[in-house]
């Protein structure tokens, strides 16, 4: 297919030619570049939220039932489920489709299964460019669901406007609430499987970490000597001030559910609509998405110098012959690299070597 025919395909929204789009995107095939530029203009549309927690948390039932949820209110959705890439095989389960069968024949949905491939951060490289494909295409709400570990939600969240923590009574001891990765990124807690022991004192735990690290208990309070520390409620405090509507602050919720009974699905939908109101009311949805625009042209730029560099067979070879005295100590790996920056500038510069 021509690339004048695939791109008239796509503004006339055939699922076929968005498919085509997002393969050649996701695996930055010649004209990638080209299609997402002339894509740009029509991007920001959607509301991206990400869901992210420990592996068996539910994420993809919940998942499931909140596309589900929207697709009722009548809204377009895509889904994109990223996957850990296998260090043996290079694979990847992609199991999340499987668990939303129910959703995936519905043509108002799309789902995408993506493999990290290496990507540290728990998000592939190129889900941001296919996110932006979605929006492209008109979708209102974006899902992107993915494995978080520890340090992936950070990267999840630098690609969402909301982001959801789906955590489990077996996620581990209240120790884990002490993450501060974790908590600062999550927007929305969700003690999934709630019907289950312990599910009381992870959720109480998640909100006095909350309390705590918000001061929103101290909020009110004289500064003197009198206050009677044992009746502090961090997490009482912080469970009230998650059910207030400031327009400047936003303390994160934590919902119970049980997914599998489609139970707590819609207080989340509930707070999803909540955190996108203040996002829009404080302007802190716009600056988020600045922030992601000044990431992506970081990114592209890493990546531009990196092919440049390492593609470039002089380069390789220049650098293999400064490794003996790097072993021997008499260059360092920050001399070497300076001097290979300053020899290379015009391939830095997108420049050919004569």
Same mark, same amino acid.
């Given at each position: 297919m021509s690339s004048? @025919?695939?791109?008239?395909? #796509?503004?006339a929204a055939k699922p076929a030619a968005l498919a @085509?789009?997002?393969?050649?995107?996701?695996n930055h095939r010649d004209g990638f570049e080209q299609i997402l530029g002339s894509l740009h203009s029509r991007t920001g549309r959607a509301r991206r939220i990400g869901l992210t927690g420990?592996?068996? +948390?539910? /994420?993809?039932?919940?998942?499931?039932?909140?596309? /589900?949820? *929207?697709?009722?209110?009548?809204? /377009?959705?895509?889904? &994109?489920a990223v996957d850990p890439t296998s260090p043996f095989t290079g694979g990847a389960l992609l199991g999340d489709r499987v668990r939303m069968e129910n959703v995936a024949l519905d043509p108002g949905v799309f789902i995408r299964s993506m493999a990290t491939r290496g990507s540290l951060g728990g998000l592939a490289a190129a889900t941001r460019e296919v996110a932006d494909v979605?929006? +492209? *295409?008109? *979708?209102? &709400?974006l899902l992107i669901e993915t494995v978080g570990v520890g340090q992936s939600e950070l990267d999840v969240a630098r690609t969402a406007d909301s982001t959801v923590l789906v955590l489990v009574p077996e996620s581990g001891d209240s120790i884990q609430t002490l993450k501060a990765g974790v908590m600062?990124?999550?927007? &929305? #807690?969700?003690?999934n499987k709630a019907d289950r022991p312990g599910a009381d004192r992870l959720r109480n735990d998640v909100e006095l970490m909350l309390g705590l690290r918000k001061g929103v208990s101290f909020g009110n309070m004289p500064a003197h000597h009198?206050?009677? =520390?044992? @009746?502090?409620?961090? +997490?009482?405090?912080?469970?009230?001030?998650?059910?207030?509507?400031?327009? /400047?602050?936003?303390?994160?919720?934590? =919902?119970?559910?049980?997914?599998?009974?489609?139970e707590g699905i819609a207080e989340i939908v509930a707070a999803l609509d909540r955190h996108f109101a203040y996002l829009q009311r404080s302007g802190t949805l716009r600056a988020r998405r600045r922030e992601r625009l000044r990431e992506r042209v970081m990114d592209v730029v890493e990546r531009k110098v990196s092919d440049r560099l390492w593609k470039d067979s002089r380069t390789v070879a220049w650098l293999d012959e400064q =490794?003996?005295?790097?072993?021997?100590?008499?260059?360092t790996p920050f001399a070497v690299a300076d001097m290979l920056? @300053?020899?290379?500038?015009? =391939?830095?510069?997108?420049?050919?070597?004569t």
């Open positions: 004048d @025919r695939l791109t008239e395909d #796509f503004n @085509r789009v997002v393969s050649i995107v996701e420990p592996p068996g +948390a539910g /994420k993809s039932t919940i998942t499931a039932l909140l596309v /589900k949820n *929207f697709r009722d209110q009548g809204l /377009k959705v895509g889904v &994109i979605l929006d +492209a *295409f008109g *979708f209102d &709400i600062e990124v999550a927007d &929305i #807690f969700v003690v009198g206050v009677d =520390l044992k @009746r502090v409620n961090p +997490a009482r405090a912080a469970r009230e001030a998650a059910a207030t509507t400031d327009p /400047k602050a936003w303390t994160p919720p934590v =919902l119970s559910a049980v997914a599998t009974k489609q =490794l003996p005295s790097v072993e021997e100590g008499t260059a920056l @300053r020899q290379s500038a015009e =391939l830095v510069r997108g420049e050919q070597r």
